[in-house]
């Protein structure tokens, strides 16, 4: 045999063999860890196998615990406790890694094993609501002196008690069945009853006679202290992660107008703020956590003030008019008159228009040391860009402006794939990355919606769950939104991002980015600023920049480009084309009798048309009808409808922009 030590290096041997225990004893040892009494014998043979799991309640004879495992193959399967509400899968450890085989196997295993579990959770459900029936009927009126309510500093609340003396609270189904029980005992020990059904199961501590808010907390003790300091109604939702379907069942039965109060508890495992936050984002609720770990009860018992943490002062929202306006509160900026702090903005354009380089310039300059951006003030801070797409093109666009500008470091963190920011999932993924930054950012840019919507762009509602996001990340970080946004592929659309028109309504800021044409510049345009005069238009070019240091596989030097400012095209100077043709249409409009439709000046085609040839603006039939075309941009009405001063109504059209529909409407009383 050929020596081989030379080309291995030295002896070889084997790799010590992993030895792994019995899948019984491996099973045993999860059913124990997991905080159970482990059954004294295991078997392996996919049956549903009943156990007295150690929980307090009934003794030696009650049979809470399951396990439902498969020795054949991989041995695997599920095991818990109907009264203490757990459940977790198992796999055995077999000191290797599983072939594909094994785990679709596995998969297959766990499928029949869950369908097992459903069949005998559903027998033991249907026991359960007979027998808990039977119970709370029989049970009667807890005592104001039972040990766990004095401990806590509660009313009976409509608790009872059972004969052996333990408190004990009922579970209802959105249906109003009684699905289970809770029982407490003395030292606030908790167990459900077993076999019940837990999941999306509350219980309304108070009633809803009065008009108000209503609202939710994870167990009796924190729901009845609630209720004693506001008077309102609590659900009790039992456990951190029921806080979202009691939260949504509560917003179907009582409608979108009943205002909902998450009260969450304040855990080291931030468990509480992190469902609470889930159901707030999907089912509109506020959410209120005391400012120190433990429950609302803990900070009632630490001597805090429960009434102020729950229920805002009328104040703080209706407020004198004289009062309001004595300070100044001028408009925060991030860079001056383009970025405003804490605000939503859109910035649109044509794919490949340079929307993208635009928003990385304003982001650069923001995250760097750098004051100014084209001769506006620039406040530096932490900026998150959460990129959907393009990451090898961010990665040489970065770098260029980096060395273009001589800034060595940014303060900008980048996320490595979109995700559905409007979905509780998505947000929440995008949250918890978030807080584990340094510092809370300045800017989050969304770049591009599409890849970061769940759902279609031109549904109103689609658009207002993305739109209640933003504004929950605005509340969470103090910060601004730049959404990165198309526009439509029509020429009238250019100048409008895609999509329903709820986008627009919703922001601060609206900002175009328009594609060069020709040897022209690229126009950056504000659309419109809500609590501020509109900038003046910026008029940039792309640079290009050869990257020091950066070669391709040709040994090619790798370029990108940067924006930078450029004077204005000649014509930009004169004045506006569109301010012209708006001339043109309210003299048209003066001429035919002034006619209004919806209180907005209406002018129709033929109208329109006449004008023209009887001022020689247009000297033939065939003009004039070019004049009036829709489509044409370039064109008298084609530029008015881009420039949103118009839009296409019954045989004409009808004015849209306030200013200008105002003064025509005003000018036609004072004619008459």
Not at 21 to 38: C, F, H
Not at 48 to 59: E, P
Not at 257 to 276: F, H, L, P, R
Not at 537 to 557: K, R, S, T
Request: charged share 25%.
């Amino acid at each position: 045999m050929a020596d081989l030590t030379n080309i291995l290096g030295g002896s070889w041997s084997p790799p010590a063999e992993i030895k792994a225990d019995p899948p019984e004893l491996q099973l045993r040892d999860a059913i124990e860890n997991s905080g159970m009494t482990p059954p004294k014998d295991i078997v392996l043979d996919g049956k549903m196998h009943r156990f007295n799991s150690g929980t307090k309640g009934k003794g030696g004879h009650d049979k809470s615990g399951w396990y439902i495992a498969y020795g054949d193959g991989v041995p695997a399967g599920r095991f818990g406790c109907w009264r203490a509400g757990m459940e977790m899968t198992w796999r055995a450890d077999v000191g290797r890694k599983l072939t594909p085989s094994e785990e679709m196997a596995n998969v297959r295993r766990m499928s029949e094993a869950k369908a097992a579990r459903d069949i005998e959770l559903a027998k033991s459900r249907e026991v359960a609501s007979n027998t808990v029936e039977k119970i709370w009927s029989e049970a009667t009126a807890a005592h104001p002196d039972h040990p766990y309510l004095s401990r806590k500093g509660i009313g009976v609340n409509g608790a009872r008690v059972t004969g052996d003396g333990r408190l004990v609270v009922p579970l209802y189904n959105p249906n109003g069945t009684l699905s289970s029980l809770q029982y407490i005992d003395r030292e606030g020990g908790k167990l459900y009853h077993a076999g019940g059904q837990t999941g999306g199961c509350s219980w309304l501590v108070g009633t809803m006679d009065e008009p108000g808010a209503l609202y939710v907390a994870e167990g009796f003790a924190t729901a009845a202290t609630i209720h004693q300091v506001t008077g309102r109604p609590c659900l009790v939702a039992y456990s951190a992660s029921n806080l979202v379907p009691v939260t949504g069942a509560a917003r179907d039965k009582y409608g979108p107008t009943q205002e909902i109060v998450i009260v969450a508890d304040n855990d080291a495992s931030n468990t509480g703020q992190k469902y609470a936050d889930q159901a707030s984002a999907k089912f509109g609720a506020r959410t209120i956590m005391p400012p120190f770990q433990g429950d609302a009860n803990d900070y009632v018992a630490a001597g805090g003030d429960l009434s102020v943490l729950l229920i805002p002062p009328v104040s703080d929202w209706l407020i004198p008019a004289d009062d309001f306006c004595t300070k100044p509160a001028p408009i925060k900026w991030m860079v001056k008159n383009w970025i405003q702090d804490d605000a939503l903005i859109m910035i649109h354009g044509p794919s490949g228009g340079g929307k993208t380089f635009v928003a990385l310039d304003w982001c650069l300059h923001i995250a760097s040391s750098l004051t100014d951006w084209n001769g506006h003030r620039v406040k530096n801070g932490t900026v998150v860009y959460l990129a959907g797409e393009g990451h090898h093109g961010l990665r040489s666009r970065i770098s260029a402006w980096k060395q273009h500008h001589g800034v060595s470091s940014v303060n900008m963190w980048l996320s490595k794939a979109g995700c559905d920011l409007n979905t509780p999932e998505g947000y929440m993924k995008v949250v918890e990355a978030i807080r584990a930054l340094p510092h809370p950012p300045s800017v989050i840019v969304v770049d591009t919606l599409h890849r970061f919507l769940s759902g279609d762009e031109n549904s109103a509602q689609d658009a207002k769950t993305m739109i209640d996001a933003c504004a929950a990340l605005m509340r969470e970080f103090g910060c601004s939104i730049i959404l990165v946004h198309h526009t439509g592929v029509s020429d009238e659309a250019q100048h409008r991002a895609r999509g329903s028109s709820a986008w627009k309504g919703a922001l601060e800021i609206e900002i175009s980015v328009v594609p060069a044409k020709g040897d022209g510049p690229i126009q950056i345009v504000q659309r419109k600023s809500k609590d501020a005069e509109e900038a003046k238009p910026v008029y940039a070019v792309l640079e290009l920049v050869q990257i020091n240091g950066w070669f391709d596989e040709d040994g090619e030097q790798v370029s990108s480009a940067v924006i930078t400012q450029t004077e204005a095209p000649p014509e930009t100077r004169k004045e506006a084309k569109h301010t012209r043709d708006f001339k043109i249409f309210d003299s048209a409009w003066h001429k035919a009798g002034r006619e209004v439709r919806d209180d907005m000046p209406y002018l129709s085609k033929s109208a329109l048309k006449d004008y023209l040839m009887e001022k020689k603006i247009a000297t033939t039939e065939q003009s004039a009808t070019k004049m009036v075309q829709e489509g044409q941009t370039t064109r008298l009405i084609g530029n008015l409808i881009v420039s949103e001063m118009i839009t296409p109504h019954e045989h004409g059209w009808v004015v849209i922009c306030p200013e200008n529909g105002s003064a025509m409407m005003t000018s036609r009383k004072d004619y008459k």
